[in-house]
Structures are given as C-alpha cells and as structure tokens.
C-alpha cells in the first residue's frame, strides 16, 4: 500500500494561473512533508518543506499541511512555463532522515 | 549551503563490468546517505541507506551483492553496481541531509547505460 500518493497527472494550468498540487498520506506518524520539483532528466530539487498545521509561504510557494485529513498540498501562484516539471510529494516519520516519496505530479503550464 | 556532488553525471558500460558512483556532501558531515534509482517516467525508488562506518541497510527486493555500498568518511558514500546488465541501466540519484531532521538534498544523479 503507496504511503503517499499524488494524482500522476498531467495537470495543465494557463500562464498566470494558480497551480494546486495535492498529495495525501497514510501514515499518522509522519512529521514533516516536502516538496520536491523535478524537470526530465534531473535529479530532484527542494521547493519546500512544511511540519506545522497551515500554511507556509515563500515567494510564488505557499506549502499547506493539514494534518487531521492527512493531506499535503502545493500552491503555486503566477504558475510560468518554466515551473512545468514533475512535483513530488514525501513524507519523513520518525527522527530519521528517510523519506517516503509519491509517484510525483506532472505540471504543464501552458502560455 | 547543503550540497551534493555526484560522479559521474553519466556512464556507458559494457555487460558485465562494474561501475562506481560517488557521492559527496561538499559543504556538511552526513552520517546518513540515500542512493535512490529512477527507471524513466517512474518515481524515485529507495535503493538503500547508506551509514557511515557500517553496512548499508538495502530496501526489500535490491540485491546487496550486486549494489555493494561503502561510506567510508562523513562526507562520501560510493555505489558500485557489480556485473552490469542492461536492465541496469537506470538513473541513479543520492541524497543526504545536513542534520537530523533537516530536508533531503540530491545530487545532480547518474544515467548509467549498459550495453
């Protein structure tokens, strides 16, 4: 059973648009939640990590937790064609280091 | 801060030969590496948890002889993939993090094609 799972996608959204990326996990324990963008061919890069209930912004970026409905999300605001790119949703439970990731969310902005 | 160096960025190999990957933590101490591979258009899957000073611990389902992993100091963890084969042939990708509940960061991966 996937632990976190996001929709594969692809969502497209206009130039300009807001983009919600959603991402849901099973795990109670998990603690703290990043978000990771990932363009074809790349390795993964950190956009934001989030462990309170709410909401956390920097720049164009707003991370929501809620921990209650279990669920993760990603805003991007002024979505540009250069945000196109896999997002990946992850998890970490414990002290530890390891994350758990989903399957990723394809975004296409389109202009 | 927090960055991941990765060798080679990419390697051609031939059946049967072996290949090592480097990771290193350039500006921090990791006592802890991950070594992630990434068949095209999947998700990243955890290959194994790499710790310094002792044995890797592998994920279900990945063989530690063929993957054999050695962290040696606080700041590389190699992965030599024994006895290449084709269906080897992947995007393999490390991580670590500056501390203990510190975000994951990746380095630039490895495209490692056999043929």
């Known amino acids: 059973q996937k632990e976190v799972e996001q929709n594969s996608g692809p969502l497209s959204v206009p130039e300009g648009a807001i983009a919600s990326l959603n991402c849901t996990y099973s795990?109670?324990?998990?603690?703290?939640f990043f978000w990771y963008r990932q363009y074809s061919g790349k390795s993964p890069e950190l956009i934001m990590f989030i462990y309170s209930n709410g909401d956390k912004e920097d720049g164009r970026f707003t991370a929501q937790l809620n921990k209650a409905s279990q669920y993760v999300s990603l805003l991007i605001r002024d979505s540009q064609p250069s945000d196109s790119a896999t997002y990946l949703c992850?998890?970490?439970?414990?002290?530890?280091?390891?994350?758990?990731f989903g399957t990723g969310t394809q975004l296409k902005v389109e202009l | 801060g927090a960055v991941v160096s990765q060798h080679p960025s990419w390697v051609i190999c031939k059946s049967g030969t072996s290949v090592k990957i480097e990771c290193r933590s350039l500006d921090f101490q990791a006592t802890t590496m991950f070594w992630y591979r990434q068949f095209p258009k999947q998700s990243l899957m955890l290959m194994a948890t790499s710790n310094e000073g002792s044995k890797a611990t592998y994920e279900q389902g990945v063989e530690k002889d063929k993957f054999l992993i050695n962290h040696a100091s606080l700041t590389l963890s190699t992965l030599t993939v024994t006895s290449a084969h084709p269906e080897d042939s992947s995007f393999y990708i490390c991580s670590a993090a500056a501390g203990v509940g510190s975000p994951l960061h990746f380095g630039n991966g490895t495209r490692l094609t056999v043929t």
């Open positions: 992850a998890s970490r439970t414990g002290g530890g280091n390891k994350l758990t």
């Open positions: 795990d109670r324990g998990s603690q703290s």
